[in-house]
């Protein structure tokens, strides 16, 4: 079940934290894959899951995100 404002953990990682969005989950679960990261279906941009985006800050290196068509007002500026 797919819970509005949060996201759902794909894969375990260590330090790369990627966050996901739409059709960009697959091919981020094959990239996570290759560099052992935490993969994140993120599913929503608005409202954006806060809770787990802190939580990745703190646990994780660095944090990815992967989305199309946008890069202004994008979950990429909001993370």
Known sequence: MVTVGKG???RKGRSVAIL????????ALI???ELN???IDMH??????EER???MATTHQLIVTVE????LGGAGEAV
């Open 44 to 49: 929503f941009v608005e409202p954006p899951d």
């Open 37 to 39: 990261a935490k993969a």
């Open 20 to 27: 996901a969005f739409g059709r960009m989950v697959q091919p």
């Open 8 to 10: 759902t953990n794909r």
């Open 31 to 33: 990239v996570a894959e």
């Open 53 to 55: 985006v802190g939580d």
């Open 68 to 71: 199309e068509n946008t890069i």
